[in-house]
């Protein structure tokens, strides 16, 4: 197995006390409005498209020809917009063009480059445990921020912090995980800061919180996937984290004359990108989110 040295953590109190209402609202009225890549997904939309075949062929038993002559046109018509990369194009547009191009980044005395993790893979062989299979364009993101910063001031405070816990039961955090792989890379391992506890992105952003109350950052940067960061700056700016976004890896749908299993598995994470978007809304609207932190108290 992999060795993962002891992390420096910024955590100045115990976060477990802090409400994560967005994740686990009141047991009374849990919504199942999300699905994550590796609880459900991405099985969504083939998901979807089944249940309405089921209906039109029920409509059809029933005698109601017209009703399920129409679901299942629909049916093969949405099959062919999303299999074909339609349908995913436009629904990755307004995910992450507003994060196409890079920002031009005015580094502080003091800056910390927040980098979500995406899980962990355990190789069965070896029972070494590793970053996730598409978690790598993150890595290396943040090993050119920090590397940018360093050049650009002298005197200027780099750090990176990784932000994940456990989420896929592997034995080891995200962040001892992805941390090894940034001093793997070349990065200073004092420089490479650890919040261990997160399982969502929702604790992402309340737990980093924490930890940069504890830095004291003048400049922090989000760096996780271009699909991944409108839906991670809303969180963010709710916790009172005011954040340049940097993107890793951007997604494209593949545009094909035949149905690809690709592009409904992207459509699965845009998906899945704009029910966490909903939720939100839809729980602060109902008063389960904690209340608002003003931008720039982190």
Known sequence: MLGHSHAPTLFPHDTRSQPDRLAAPPASARLRLGFGLHAGGPRMTLALLTVVALVAALLRFTKRRRASRALFVA?????????????????????????????????????????LGL????????????PGTFSYSRVVEAASLYRDCRRARADADCKILVSGGDARRNGVPEASVYRDALVGVGIDAADVLSEPRSMNTWQNAQFTRVALDGYRADRVLLVTSGIHLRRSMLYF??????????????????????PL????AIADLALHEYLGIARYRLYNALGW???RTRPGDA
Do not use: D, S
Not at 81 to 102: D, E, F, K, M, S
Not at 261 to 264: E, L, M, V
């Open 75 to 115: 049916t093969v018509a949405a099959f062919f917009a999303i299999g074909c990369g339609l349908v995913p194009a436009w629904l990755l547009r307004a995910l992450q063009a507003p994060y196409a191009a890079r920002p031009a980044i005015e580094w502080g005395e003091r800056n910390a480059i927040v980098m």
């Open 119 to 130: 899980g962990t893979e355990k190789i069965a062989a070896t029972g070494a445990v590793e």
């Open 237 to 258: 700016a709710h916790f009172g984290v005011a954040a340049i976004a940097v993107r890793a890896e951007y997604l494209q749908a593949v545009t094909f004359p035949l």
């Open 261 to 264: 299993a690709y592009n409904f």
């Open 289 to 291: 989110n904690p209340a």
